[in-house]
């Protein structure tokens, strides 16, 4: 385990404006599972694509070092020569191609001019057999999910004969038995002689698999902590990584409940491909103005696609059922309904659903109400300039200016970019779909902040969070959804995680019966 199979030194990497990683030291042992953790933007994935060709040599100062060898990659293909593969949390799989052609993609067996499709689905075979997935290589990547997709990359880089696995935030997509299993995995690799370098912001998951944390802020290697000689404590790695101590996850507030804003009443909804499937069945809820209200249940529980169909029927057919506001009946039959009834959905996937990567923070900023900086259908540039400008102030966040591409934000400024925008439509009830998802806990505490803020102003919140320690830190009152149907609800004051899943157990064991 001493014996040291990779050194990174005095790593540095400036962008245009920005040092990303300034002087940084890493040294991985050979077997050992070595967690890089960090802030958002702290410069984990820029150290990792460094490390796998991705930011070719010349690109940056310092030098790598691999079994004593001093190493230059200009191409991801040298690094995967030298035995480092790299799993991005985006997956690099093509969604119409079989599990068989995604594993050999660019690695292809056979001859120069032809592939030899036996060998290839074979080979494919066996390695999904190694990391555990009981899935036909010939089916295709779209046909199978998200968490079978993540062990297909591994699977991946196996077949390129790996010794260093890179995973940059591996189980941000996955549920609570998929992560497990994948970390479960990495277990087994190690104790086969596997390296392994994992980035999370899942600390519990972290101090699960790691041997070894390196902590990084704001570029710098800040510590670096030793499981052999004292256990993992997560106040200390988060002190690490925020650069103070968090007393609380979960910022307090001032709790001041007023009348019922929305009433949602026996709400079905059928699976808009399937039909005949019932998505979600009979449900009735209601938040009140200031209220923080969570709703709860596993994955696949129906809870996403019951605030899409809310939100101007974005998910779903044959839907029924009422919805009033403040008292009084409301179609939403439209997202522009939805949004001119003073609702705003703030999706699970903000890269792809939520904003425009390619386009700056500005105009993001202003797309879900263009009507409000337009004079007589003309955008006024000035007015759209400064109410940026304001929301940045507003959301606290970090960036060079308005006009900068929302793609270079970490994944907490993107989220505070996100919630502007439907901030900005001016919104008397939010729902709010993972929003914290894939961010690190410095964020997830200001994300909170302005949640509270939020309702303290007086809107209604409904949160879904996979999170159950997030759901019971933050909502005043919890809904627990399971199979498209509401199973209990409960205080925040009164719940728990053990009766949280009571509930959902129970209906569980009851529709088995029934």
Known sequence: MDTLLLEMKHITKTFPGVKALDDVTLDVRQGEIHAIVGENGAGKSTLMNILSGVYPAGSFEGEIIIHGESCHFHTIKESEQKGIAIIHQELALVPYLTIGENMFLGNERGSYFRIDWDKTYNRADELLSMVGLEESSKIAIKDIGVGKQQLVEIAKALAKNVKVLILDEPTASLNDSEAKKLLDLLLEFKSKGMTSILISHKLNEVSYVADRITVIRDGQVITTMDKEQKAFAEDEIIKAMVGRSIEDRFPKRNIKIGEVSLEVEHWTVYNPINQGKKICDDITINLHKGEVVGISGLMGA?????????????????????????????????????????????????????????????????????????????????????????????????????????????????????????????????????????????????????????????????????????????????????????????????????????????????????
């Not at 809870?303 to 899409?308: L, P």
């Not at 890269?351 to 386009?359: E, M, P, V």
């Not at 009152?477 to 053990?498: D, K, N, T």
């Open 302 to 514: 129906g809870r996403t696609e019951f605030v899409m169909s809310l939100f101007g029927k974005s998910y779903g057919q044959d839907i029924s059922g009422t919805v009033r506001i403040n008292g009084k009946e409301v179609h939403l039959n439209t997202v522009q309904q939805a949004i001119d009834n003073k609702i705003a959905y703030v999706t699970e996937d903000r890269k792809t659903n939520g904003l425009i990567l390619s386009k700056p923070i500005m105009e993001n900023t202003t797309l879900a109400n263009l009507k409000a900086i337009s004079n007589h259908q003309i955008i006024d540039p000035d007015l759209e300039m400064q109410v940026s400008k304001d929301m940045v102030a507003k959301m606290g966040t970090k960036c060079s200016s308005v006009l900068e591409d929302v793609n270079n934000l970490s994944g907490g400024n993107q989220q505070k970019v996100l919630l502007g925008k439907w901030i900005f439509t001016e919104p008397e009830i939010l729902l709010l779909d993972e929003p914290t998802r894939g961010i690190d806990v410095g964020a997830k505490y200001e994300i909170y902040t302005i949640i509270n803020q939020l309702a303290e102003e007086g809107k209604s919140i409904l949160v879904i969070s996979s999170e159950m320690p997030e759901i019971l830190g933050i909502c005043d009152r919890i809904y627990v959804l399971s199979e498209g149907r509401i199973v209990g609800e409960m205080l925040g004051s009164e719940a728990s995680q053990e009766a949280i899943m009571t509930c959902i157990i129970q209906n569980q064991k009851g529709a088995k019966t029934s």
